[in-house]
């Protein structure tokens, strides 16, 4: 979104008004001693006052603002969104303020440049969250006068993961694929072998060795007891909706954070076994929007 | 959430000042407190001047911050003494004496961005207080000079980083350049209030001040070497000669034998003062400088024009109100005249001598009845004995003591205009004819640079009237008669005379005007003064005199047939609106010229995009000419040489022969 008059509104700042005061004084005693050079020095503050205005309006006016994309979150955490400013005119910027949800950021734009700000939002609940309306503002370069532009909407969520909470261990429940010996793991004892980097795999068990000798990234495979694979069953929490997500978003956390294989069962609803990021983060979408009305999740 | 909780919550916070923005604050307060250093007493300037230092080490040299009780010691000791040295809070002289105060130990005190905001303005009511003092021409400059350094201040207090102070001073300039129109336009149409709001304190104006109404001996020797500006003058028509150019200020009828003053009666109810005009009307403008009294100069003699100005007494003009301010009028005026019969009552009052002749002088007198009865005669005699007799001008005449009219006459017979006058007055009224003595300035000094005619202080001059019957009221120089210089050259060929050791009075106007002929050196420097005196002249009109009727004037010029307060309130609205919206077309949407190497990168990619090979937007060149390739394998080689060329002119070693091939190249360029 490109700022420019129309999105832009101006207002004295308190040292605006104590300027308007003294400017009010001087023009009283030039009245009233009918000097004609103390008229001009009122006139010449009036004059840089408005001309200043101008400079304040141009100092926001044509940056680009756009919202990037916002990394999923837990809940009771903050959400950093990515916003991307541009300046695409040959001026320096000096003193952009930008506002979101109570947090602000001041950031200068060199000439036809552009910065990326994080602006932290913090996210109390599982489930989409919105990027809040941002607004941008600027007092340079007097400082007796502010302009702001008007709320940056934008349809870029953040997701927001439930609370990893609750005291229960994985569940050792007996599923028939608890034991995969035709499988492979990054766990267990005895070494099985390389297989190429998934994002997600423990960093000890990558093999630096062949990094260091130019190689792709690969990761040690281990076949052994350790290779294991749990089922997160929604009957095997309890408590309200909430404590129940929670519970199973603490266990895909252990779960994935110990390279365990662990598929998710929700009523009506089923993950099959898997491990890595895009599973971890599929797991925790589903149980980001269960439930929730708008939760259907895009694409 | 209310309005005003929302509004508040996107204001950028404020930012604590560095120490760049202090050291120009000092250097903007140094230079406010600097004006007044001139006439606030020696230990204020002082103190300002430790304080500001003080503030200074503290800001650069980690020294610390008093404590608060040491400032406020400060400040009432300080206030003490200044309330001692004027014995009063009210006025200019103590209010600036009290401005400087605060100024310096606010800047003591500094704390936080407000606490310099509020010395940047106390500096903007110091400035203010200058301006009380002086309205000329150079305190203009001085108030645009500290206008920009605050106006800089302000932008460094308010984002020092990441400006440096280059740019920051640069931005200031800026910002009070392009305020200039727009200062123009304000001052110009902004509705001027006449009178104050409230009464103005005793020392509101300078105590400078021209002739005062009364004449004693001495009083206009005084401003001789006085040569400030009394005031100037331009001429609608021809200038007068120098002989002619009698400025009438007042007519002194009253005398106890040394000291004239204006006629204390009632007068006789005159209030028609007509004469019978001689020659046709000479038109002219006045400006007169503030002289805090009500007279007004006018050539021999004025036909009042002008509003607030009245005739009184002796033909003499004075304004309704004491002239405070630069005042212009415009008169007319009759060089030759012939002013009507004299009432008994005046005829009493002009020929009252209170003191009994000597000796000496009654037979000197008697002498002259003698020969003739003749009132014109007489004045007639009494010139040519002053000519005839070793009478002397000089600026220096020893003391008169006893009976000053004998001693005068017959002894010292060493004066000037006021002496000739006065004696040629009392010697005419021992003889019944009625006279008066009248005080004024004779003549100028015509400034070629700007047409018009300066006359100053060291221009006054007295002369005597007499009343001859069929004639009137007839001017008579006695001045003249001893020193024609006086008349034809001026009092400042005079002046250069005396001081070259010539004897006044004894040289021809010829051989004078050879003595005084300035050196080209003197005549380049004149030169120059005129032209400084004509900006300045222009100043006091535009700055000093432009009031209402100024002002309406203006409007008239600019096509308003009856100008007031509204249409001046909307002209300038309108002006403001129309050059802000100039201002901002022109300077805010500006563009910088593009590189030439870009302009010719973008025509070679508008010929790709003819051939349906368009750049997107976030396409480096390299992998445009990549794609490219790809997809017109036969474009290859010059695809490949016009990218490398641009990436080595635009990031690499530029020269304008590189340029002129790339030029070149791209020119040629086909996609078949």
């Known amino acids: 979104m490109v700022l420019n008059r129309r999105q832009l509104y101006m207002l004295p700042t308190r040292h605006g008004l104590l300027f308007t005061l003294v400017l009010m004084v001087i023009f009283l005693a030039s009245v009233n001693y009918n000097n004609g050079l103390a008229y001009a020095l009122t006139f010449l503050l009036l004059s840089i006052a408005l001309v200043s205005m101008l400079h304040t309006h141009r100092n926001v006016s044509g940056l680009a603002v756009e919202v990037l994309s916002c990394l999923p979150v837990f809940a009771g955490d903050s959400a950093q969104f990515r916003v991307s400013v541009q300046n695409p005119l040959d001026f320096i910027r000096v003193g952009i303020c930008v506002f979101c949800a109570g947090h602000r950021q001041i950031f200068h734009l060199h000439p036809s440049s552009s910065v990326q700000l994080e602006i932290p ?47 229960l261990p994985l569940p050792h429940n007996n599923s028939p694929d608890r034991f995969m010996p035709s499988g492979l793991s990054t766990d267990g004892d005895d070494f099985a072998g390389l297989r190429e980097y998934v994002t997600g795999d423990p960093p000890r068990h990558v093999h630096w060795k062949a990094v260091a000798t130019h190689q792709a990234l690969l990761t040690k495979q281990f076949a052994g007891e350790g290779d294991r694979a749990y089922w997160l069953r929604w009957e095997d929490t309890t408590g309200s909706t909430e404590s129940r997500l929670s519970q199973l978003c603490h266990w895909v956390v252990m779960a994935e954070r110990a390279s365990f294989r662990y598929g998710m069962s929700l009523p009506g609803m089923q993950l099959p076994l898997d491990r890595g990021s895009r599973h971890y983060h599929r797991c925790l979408k589903v149980l980001a929007l269960w439930g929730l009305e708008d939760g259907a999740p895009d694409q | 959430m209310s309005i005003s909780f929302a509004l508040g919550a996107v204001r950028p916070p404020d930012q604590m000042p560095d120490r760049l923005a202090c050291n120009w604050m000092l250097i903007s307060a140094a230079l406010a407190v600097g004006f007044h250093c001139f006439h606030l007493p020696v230990w204020l300037s002082g103190f300002a001047a430790c304080i500001l230092l003080w503030r200074f080490f503290i800001e650069n040299h980690a020294w610390r911050v008093p404590p608060r009780w040491v400032r406020w010691f400060l400040l009432l000791l300080t206030a003490l003494l200044v309330s001692k040295q004027y ?35 106390l500096i903007y009511l110091l400035l203010l207080g200058a301006l009380l003092f002086s309205q000329s021409l150079l305190t203009g400059l001085y108030m645009g000079l500290l206008i920009v350094l605050t106006t800089h201040t302000l932008i460094l207090l308010n984002r020092p980083q990441p400006l440096t102070y280059r740019q920051s001073l640069r931005l200031g300039l800026t910002l009070c350049l392009q305020a200039l129109p727009l200062l123009l336009i304000i001052y110009l149409l902004f509705p001027r209030i006449q009178g104050s709001l409230w009464g103005l304190p005793q020392d509101a104006f300078s105590a400078r001040s021209g002739m005062s109404e009364q004449v004693s001996p001495g009083s206009i020797n005084r401003l001789y070497n006085d040569d400030s500006i009394a005031f100037r003058v331009t001429f609608a028509g021809e200038r007068p000669p120098q002989h002619d150019l009698y400025w009438r200020a007042f007519v002194l009828s009253d005398t106890d034998g040394r000291a004239w003053q204006r006629h204390q009666g009632t007068g006789d109810g005159r209030t028609n003062w007509r004469y019978r005009a001689k020659t046709p009307a000479v038109g002219y403008t006045v400006l007169l400088q503030p002289h805090q009294q009500r007279w007004l100069p006018a050539l021999d003699l004025p036909a009042p024009l002008q509003r607030n100005v009245r005739m009184i007494e002796g033909y003499a003009l004075a304004a309704v109100t004491p002239v405070h301010y630069v005042r212009r009028y415009h008169l007319t005026s009759h060089l030759r005249y012939t002013t009507g019969p004299l009432s008994a009552n005046e005829t009493a009052h002009n020929i009252h001598w209170p003191i009994k002749p000597s000796e000496r002088i009654t037979s000197l007198l008697q002498e002259w009845h003698q020969t003739t009865s003749s009132p014109a005669e007489i004045v007639r005699q009494a010139l040519r004995f002053f000519n005839k007799q070793p009478f002397y001008y000089s600026l220096t005449p020893p003391l008169l003591y006893g009976d000053a009219l004998d001693t005068f006459i017959f002894d010292t017979r060493i004066g000037y205009c006021e002496h000739y006058a006065s004696a040629f007055v009392a010697l005419m009224r021992l003889s019944g004819i009625p006279a008066r003595l009248v005080v004024g300035y004779q003549g100028g000094e015509w400034n070629a640079a700007g047409d018009y005619m300066i006359v100053r202080q060291s221009d006054a001059h007295a002369w005597a009237e007499v009343w001859l019957q069929g004639e009137g009221w007839a001017r008579i120089d006695p001045t003249a008669a001893v020193a024609p210089e006086r008349i034809e050259l001026g009092a400042s060929a005079l002046r250069q005379l005396s001081a070259q050791g010539a004897t006044i009075g004894q040289l021809s106007i010829s051989d004078a005007k050879r003595l005084i002929s300035p050196s080209w050196l003197r005549h380049a420097w004149q030169h120059l003064s005129w032209r400084w005196d004509a900006i300045n002249s222009g100043w006091n009109v535009w700055v000093m005199d432009y009031g209402r009727e100024a002002q309406f004037q203006l409007l008239k010029k600019i096509g308003m047939e009856t100008p007031n307060w509204l249409s001046a309130v909307i002209a300038m609205i309108a002006a403001i609106i129309f050059s802000l919206l100039l201002l901002s077309a022109l300077w ?33 060149p390299l992998d445009f000419s990549r794609r490219s390739i790809q997809e017109r394998a036969d474009l290859r080689d010059p695809v490949l040489r016009i990218t490398a060329e641009y990436i080595e002119l635009r990031y690499g070693y530029f020269s304008s022969t590189r340029l002129n091939h790339f030029r070149q190249r791209v020119t040629a360029f086909r996609i078949p």
């Open chain 2, 87 to 121: 014995g009063t809070l009210l006025g200019r002289d103590p209010g600036v004496a009290y401005l400087t105060l605060l100024v310096s130990l606010k800047i003591l005190e500094i704390r936080s961005c407000r606490d310099y905001l509020l010395a940047v303005f």
């Open chain 1, 121 to 167: 939002v913090s996210a109390p609940h599982r489930g989409y969250l919105s990027c809040p309306p941002l607004r941008l503002s600027s007092a340079y370069p007097l400082g007796l006068q502010y302009t702001w532009s008007a709320p940056i909407k934008t349809a870029v969520r953040a997701i927001v993961y439930p609370a990893p909470k609750g005291d």
């Open chain 2, 588 to 620: 805010m949407h500006r563009r910088k010229k593009q590189d030439p190497v870009v302009k010719l990168y973008n025509k070679f990619c508008n010929k790709l995009a003819k051939a349906g090979l368009a750049r997107a937007p976030t396409e480096g």
